[in-house]
């Protein structure tokens, strides 16, 4: 006798464990032989085996609606066996209970709500304490307060008065919360069992059945608990294995527990409650749970909750802590994070950043590299979930100029995003932002590969080519592949403005006539194209007008720029190319009121500036310019010194990569798009030849090059010589020096200063130096027709007129359009006695004159905006 | 109709301005009352004919968000999207003096919003959230190690918005960036604001970013033949200038509006911004707005329909989608185990005791070429530790040097040498020493390095800059409290 029940007790002990872990094909078997070995437990037995049909079921066919028909009669058996133990037998046995809530779960699959809720009520669901449980009536519980919510949700009679209406409410949202608590309760003890499990195999395992039962349980999980430490750490042991599925009943209502309270309109009530299950400790199971929770509540934050009604977590937490003590509130409560130095966010911003990084941290883990076919679906499914969280992170962090944060993000995500257009493209353009052109080209041409009929991506690239590369001929191939992408009809594009920008900017920079004439005339071409195909945008204009100042065509670029300038009046490229119009029209007076009034809107526009200085200089207010001058150095001090000074921060420190930006910053990288370098037209290209030279300089002398960006120094270089142009006339050499001295610290080695510093000598007469000044310039830069002009004077005064018709033929053939140039060229064929060529060029001069502009038209920077 | 509505309105406040008690009665009914609020869009729609009244308005706006009362204050607030459309598009159209009352109650409110009670600068600031450190929501060691490594550079960085200069007049040059500022504030309350004004909000929008886009306006006189005088004729409608960062603000209030009860109309108005933007191109911008367009396709983000802001329940795909079996041999990012190397060199109590410890030497050595291996674990002497590599020096020397002085030259390179290796053993047993500070205080960066400083050292066995290290570790070491 006492072997036999030596043998149940056994058996029990091994349907006990087997239940927790869910195999109900060997608790069938097992209860099998529990009824052989003893027959008066008939009704325990009628409870398993009914409990592991359903289950077994349940495992199968999902609870869900499409399934309900089918669930009626697949659950019969089991309906039959869980009835017969809610009678006396049952009663006495101490499982009627459970029978009754299995049975409330049974009616729940079959979509019978109203039955469901009955045997809640029958089982008394309300009035049960609060107590230490086994895993398996855990999990019961849990899953049963869930039912009841769902069924209370879905219960098709609504009740009438609004009273009652409230009260289903409430008890609708108090089993959800309950369900969230006891189920993540449930997930970390299975967590723990099946880690000790592992470990001492079961040896403790009781025969506590029902829930009513407690006795020595207590203590197993105590000790359980003081294990939880250890547990926490070795979660993510082996993703490889066998993950468990918290089922679709627990893991709907663990979801659905916060987006109740949303629809009663309890908002912050939701929050809180998916702050609660996020608190919770995670477990294996939970992993994709807290990745879809933590996304929903930054998707709450996001799109429902603005700065000012916004209650931070956490808050009242030491009041909250002092009554966990008490271990009654406790036992139906998940273990939450509580390791010290915790960051606990403070705001809005915080927490959805928080979330978001946590979600992708999560999100990322779980994607899937394996490209072959039978993986796409879970591929996919993974990809989803991860763009989701990328695109919740960029509309979070964009706002704040994080966009360099933002791009590691699409750099990591380029492991799992093979062919992924949407991640590419993406990233191609958060590079572009954060100002990495080099790179966000390379990632644009493969974003372009993948979106074959997109022009987006095409103009993108064509822009940087243009405006940051100086790769003009790939940016035009780029603007020709976008026009062809470009669907007539639908919204306008900029493409043929690209393509017409791309031409102007290659005949700017070829120096053979022929070539320059062709290119000219394809730029003329697609601009016209372009103006009438879009005839309401102003940056069309613009160019046009532009184009037609640059071939000499000064009426019709005035028409022009007026028309620009009718549809966006403040427009500050269009007011400089006017000015420089009215100063090619005869109309310098003019021009510096355009100016001026230019000015007024555009306080801090540098280029619009040195427009001012340079026509006031031109007409002889030389102390007038140096007040405008010395303007422009405080407006750059503002505008750029913290943006230097930040760079040198980040050369101190090189771990930090990222630049500090603000608003404010991001505000000051836009003036700097707006009023960039004076001759940016030329600089990307000029500034490159001066930088390598001053690397060189670096290795030889003991020049260490400013740091920084290069933009702001080139900036201000011009602006000191722009300022020794001004004390030169008014006659204070020394002071120019002084200038060009500034202005060489920061690139010894830039043509300019050296041309500036030969303007200095040819004022004090000392011939000799200024021709080597200007030797140098030339050399350092043979474009530059300026220092050739001036090279070819001096040795005009030195005597060498044979020298001096090369230097002023050079020039000539560079900028065919200067009547300097020729006037000078006119003086040294006097000189030669070739008195035709002499008349010949002067009268060149004379016809150039009038169309002169006081500064070139290629000054005006290149504009996007 | 509306303008009757209108003129009570601004007449029943005139009427009750100075009595507190009553001005809170009318604060409580206006907040309840709908038809106000319509009757005002109505006649900023119609700005033109209504140009007295507008400017009435807007003066009573500022009456109200001067007064003390909270409901009375934030009453403008939801109407700053439609006075800055209403006065762009003024601005525009070049009828900058028609707009002059809402320029002027826009300088108020950004001058206000800008400003904190107590007259000092309003800035709105948040850490950096990174996930190296633990939080409520997650324990650093479940996550890996990549990640927390990449947002670590961030450690502790504030982001700011703010502070804002105060304002005198509105200039082209800082037009938008109050206008940016202005709908920064409008999003901080736009919670708060009555439902209703947010399908304004998306209508004005899509007028701040389609106009001058559409086909049908008249086609323009001829140009060319006339070089001065009129050149546009007026029924073409100008673009109206926008900036990358105003329309984030503004796509950020049109999201707000999306999940909040106007999904249909406020997607429509972000496809127009998207296309405003790819127009500009304002990349900033293209990437917030393809976000939101890209989660609002097929995406488990949800969309506006799918439940109250779009939440609904999603299940992980069970079991059936994906076999267990395949699943054990689909690789997934997670399948990569990053080995977490130590932050520094292991702790062996004993290294203190003993002279040296072969253990921790191999693994400091692990870049080193085996002959510098070989040497380093023969350290049971001072004597040999050099001996090798001075052997191997002096065998070398032999054959390559004849000249007397070149060897006297060697000889002192070797005694260099020599002291660097009793100064490298001094510094290993300075290390050992930082380990294991550096383990207490795992955090510090001070010492992340440290490891890669003696494997420095050991390359550089043979040169003068070793010595340069060690002054390095030296000193870094006496900066550390043990």
Redo the contacts between chains.
């Keep these: 006798m006492a072997g036999r029940m030596r043998n149940t007790t056994k058996v029990e002990a091994l349907i006990e464990s087997c239940r927790s872990e869910g195999k109900w094909q060997r608790v069938i078997e097992l209860t099998e032989e529990l009824k052989t070995g003893s027959p008066n437990n008939e009704c325990l037995a009628n409870f398993l085996i009914g409990e592991a049909k359903l289950e077994n079921y349940l495992e199968e066919n999902?609870p869900i609606e499409s399934n309900f028909a089918k669930s009626k009669t697949g659950l019969q058996d089991a309906r039959r066996c869980l009835q017969l133990v809610t009678g006396e037998n049952g009663q006495k046995a101490g499982i009627a209970l459970d029978a009754y809530l299995l049975l409330a779960k049974l009616c729940y699959a079959c979509g019978e709500y109203e039955k469901s809720l009955e045997n809640f009520v029958k089982a008394e669901l309300n009035t049960l304490a609060e107590k230490e449980l086994t895993l398996r009536s855990l999990k019961i519980l849990a899953e049963s307060y869930a039912i009841k919510g769902l069924c209370l949700e879905n219960q098709t009679n609504k009740p009438t008065s609004k009273f009652k209406k409230a009260e289903k409410e409430a008890e609708m949202i108090t089993c959800f919360e309950r369900a969230t608590d006891l189920g993540l309760l449930y997930l970390q003890e299975q967590d723990i069992a099946s880690y000790s499990s592992a470990t001492n195999s079961a040896a403790n395992a009781g025969s506590m059945l029902a829930i009513n039962t407690t006795g020595n349980m207590s203590g197993m999980q105590s000790s359980l608990g003081g294990s939880s430490l250890t547990i926490?750490?070795t979660?993510?042991t082996n993703?490889?294995e066998?993950?468990r599925?918290m089922g679709?009943i627990l893991?709907?209502a663990l979801?659905?527990a916060?987006?109740v309270l949303?629809?009663a309109g309890k908002l912050q009530e939701a929050i809180e409650r998916y702050?609660a299950m996020?608190?919770a400790?995670?477990t294996k199971t939970t992993q994709?749970?807290r990745l879809?929770l933590?996304?929903?509540l930054a998707?709450?934050l996001?799109?429902?909750?603005?700065?000012?009604?916004y209650t931070a977590?956490?808050t009242k937490k030491p009041a909250g802590q002092a009554l966990r003590s008490t271990a009654t509130k406790r036992l139906w409560k998940p273990r939450k994070?509580a390791?010290r130095?915790?960051?606990?966010?403070?705001?809005h911003?915080?927490e959805t950043?928080?979330?978001l990084?946590?979600s992708?941290?999560?999100a990322?883990?779980?994607?899937?590299?394996?490209q072959s076919p039978?993986?796409r679906?879970?591929r996919q499914?993974?990809m989803?979930?991860a763009?989701?969280v990328?695109?919740?992170l960029?509309?979070a962090t964009?706002?704040?100029g994080?966009?360099n944060?933002?791009q590691?993000s699409f750099e990591?995500a380029l492991?799992?995003s093979f062919g992924e257009q949407?991640v590419w493209?993406?990233y191609g353009?958060?590079l572009?932002?954060a100002g990495k052109h080099a790179h966000a080209l390379r990632v644009l041409q493969e974003s372009i590969k993948l979106t074959p009929s997109d022009p987006?991506p095409c103009?993108?690239a064509a822009?940087l080519c243009y405006e940051s590369l100086a790769l003009i001929k790939e940016g035009l191939d780029f603007a020709h592949q976008a026009l062809k992408r470009e669907t007539k009809g639908l919204?306008?594009?900029?493409s043929q403005l690209f393509v017409g920008i791309g031409y102007q900017q290659l005949a700017i920079l070829t120096t053979l006539k022929s070539e320059r004439d062709q290119y000219n005339k394809l730029a003329l071409d697609a601009l016209e194209k372009a103006v009438q195909n879009d005839?309401?945008?102003?940056l069309c204009e613009y160019y046009l007008s532009l184009q037609y100042a640059l071939v000499g065509n000064i009426?019709?670029a005035?028409?022009?720029v007026?028309?620009a300038l009718?549809?966006?009046?403040?427009?500050?490229p269009s007011l400089h190319l006017f000015a420089l119009l009215l100063t090619a029209s005869r109309r310098p007076r003019e021009a510096l009121g355009v100016v001026e009034d230019a000015l007024?809107?555009?306080?801090?526009?540098l280029n619009l500036l040195h427009v001012k200085a340079h026509l006031q200089l031109h007409l002889q207010d030389a102390e007038l310019s140096l007040v405008s001058v010395q303007k422009m150095l405080a407006i750059w001090r503002e505008l750029y010194e913290g943006q230097v000074c930040v760079e040198e921060e980040k050369h101190s420190d090189t771990?930090?990569?990222?630049v500090?930006v603000?608003?404010?910053a991001?505000?000051s990288q836009?003036?700097d798009k707006?009023s960039n370098s004076v001759y940016a037209a030329s600089l990307a290209a000029v500034s490159r030849v001066e930088q390598a030279l001053s690397e060189a300089a670096s290795s030889l002398s003991s020049f260490t090059p400013r740091p920084g960006p290069q933009r702001p120094w080139m900036i201000q270089i011009k602006i000191w010589l722009l300022l020794a142009d001004a004390y030169l006339n008014i006659e204070q050499p020394h002071e120019a020096l002084n200038c060009i001295q500034e202005a060489s610290q920061i690139y010894p080695l830039s043509h300019q200063i050296m041309f500036m510093r030969g303007q200095i000598y040819l004022y004090l007469e000392q011939w000799n130096d200024a021709k080597q000044c200007f030797l140098n310039a030339v050399s350092a830069n043979p474009n530059h027709t300026e220092a050739l002009r001036a090279l070819g004077e001096t040795h005009h005064v030195l005597g060498e007129p044979r020298l001096a018709e090369k230097m002023l033929k050079d020039a000539a053939r560079l900028d065919p359009n200067c009547p300097k140039i020729w006037f000078s060229m006119g003086k040294v064929m006097e000189t030669l006695g070739d008195y035709t060529a002499s008349a010949d060029c002067m009268a060149t001069a004379l016809q150039l004159e009038p169309t002169c502009p006081v500064l070139p038209f290629t000054s005006i920077p290149l504009t996007?905006? | 109709m509306a303008e009757s509505i209108v003129q009570d309105w601004l007449a029943d406040y005139r009427r009750i301005q100075n009595q507190p008690a009553e001005v809170s009665s009318f604060a409580v009914d206006h907040e309840t009352d709908p038809e106000i609020a319509e009757a005002i869009y109505t006649i900023f729609s119609e700005r033109q004919r209504h140009e007295i009244l507008v400017h009435e308005i807007c003066q009573q706006f500022l009456a109200f968000y001067r007064a003390p009362e909270d409901s009375l204050k934030k009453f403008p607030l939801q109407f700053i999207p439609v006075l800055i459309y209403t006065y762009l598009h003024a601005v525009?159209a070049?009828d900058k003096k028609g707009a002059r009352s809402i320029e002027t109650l826009l300088i108020c409110i950004y001058n206000a919003e800008i400003s904190t009670e107590d007259g000092g600068q309003h800035v709105?600031t948040?850490?950096?959230?990174?996930?190296a450190?633990?939080?409520?929501?997650?324990?650093e060691?479940?996550?890996?190690m990549?990640?927390l490594r990449?947002?670590e550079?961030?450690c502790n960085?504030e982001?700011?918005?703010?502070p804002?200069a105060q304002i005198e007049a509105i200039?082209?040059?800082n037009r938008l960036?109050i206008m940016?500022a202005l709908m920064f504030c409008y999003?901080?309350?736009?919670?708060?604001t009555q439902k209703s004004a947010l399908i304004h909000l998306c209508r004005v929008a899509s007028q701040l970013v389609n106009q001058?886009?559409s086909k049908q306006?008249a086609?323009?006189i001829s140009?060319?033949s006339?070089?001065g005088g009129t050149?546009?004729p007026k029924s073409?409608t100008?673009?109206i200038?926008l900036?990358?960062?105003f329309l984030?603000?503004l796509?950020?209030a049109i999201?707000?509006a999306?999940?909040?009860g106007f999904g249909t109309v406020a997607i429509q108005t972000l496809d127009d911004i998207h296309?405003r933007a790819?127009?500009?191109?304002y990349?900033?911008l293209?990437?917030?707005t393809?976000?939101?367009r890209?989660?609002l396709h097929?995406?488990?983000?949800?969309q506006p329909s799918d439940?109250?802001?779009?939440?609904?329940?999603?299940?992980?795909?069970?079991?059936n989608?994906?076999t267990?079996a395949?699943?054990?041999?689909?690789?997934?990012?997670?399948?990569f185990r990053t080995k977490k190397l130590p932050d520094d060199i292991p702790i062996q109590v004993q290294d203190l005791t003993m002279p040296q410890a072969p253990p921790m030497l191999a693994s400091v050595t692990e870049e080193v070429d085996p002959k510098d291996q070989q040497q380093t674990q023969n350290t049971s002497s001072r004597n040999s530790i050099i001996r090798p590599s001075m052997e191997g020096i002096k065998a070398q020397a032999h054959k390559a040097l004849i000249a007397g002085f070149k060897n006297r030259k060697i000889r002192r390179r070797i005694k260099i040498k020599k002291k660097i290796k009793t100064k490298t053993k001094r510094k290993i047993r300075m290390v050992k020493e930082v380990g294991l500070v550096g383990r207490v205080n795992r955090q510090s960066?001070h010492f992340g390095s440290s490891k890669s400083i003696l494997s420095a050292i050991l390359c550089y066995n043979y040169k003068l800059k070793a010595l340069t290290w060690l002054w390095l570790i030296s000193k870094r070491a006496h900066l550390q409290p043990v």
């Design positions: 999902a926490s750490t979660i993510p993703p490889l066998l993950k599925h679709a893991e709907t979801q659905r916060p987006i949303i629809k702050r996020l608190n400790i995670e994709s749970l879809t933590a996304r929903q998707e709450v996001l799109r429902g909750v603005s700065g000012t009604i977590p956490f994070y390791a130095n915790q960051f606990t966010p403070r705001n911003h915080e950043l928080l979330l990084l946590i992708e941290a999560l990322v883990r779980d994607t899937v590299l394996s039978e993986f679906v879970a499914h993974a989803g979930n763009s989701a990328y695109d919740l960029t509309l964009v706002r704040w994080l966009v944060m933002l590691e990591k492991k799992f949407h493209r993406q353009i958060s572009m932002a987006l103009l993108l822009r919204r306008p594009t900029r005839d309401n945008d102003h009426a019709d005035l028409t022009h007026r028309f009718a549809l966006r009046t403040e427009h500050a007024d809107e555009f306080p801090d526009n771990r930090s990569i990222v500090h603000n608003p404010n991001v505000s836009m003036s707006d996007f905006d | 525009a070049g709105v948040f850490r950096m959230p990174i996930l450190q633990a939080s409520v929501y997650h324990e060691k479940n996550l890996p990549t990640d990449r947002w550079e961030n960085r982001i700011k918005w703010g804002h200039t082209a040059q960036r940016t999003n901080q309350q736009v919670s708060l001058g886009f306006h086609h323009r140009y060319g006339d070089s050149l546009v073409i100008p673009r200038p900036s990358s960062s984030v603000e796509v950020h999201y707000f999306m999940f909040n296309h790819c127009f500009e191109m990349t900033e293209i990437l917030v393809s976000a939101v890209n989660s097929a995406n488990p983000s949800g439940g109250p802001m779009g939440l609904s329940v999603a299940l992980t795909p069970a079991t989608t994906v267990t395949i699943s054990k041999s689909m690789i997934t990012n997670a399948s960066r």
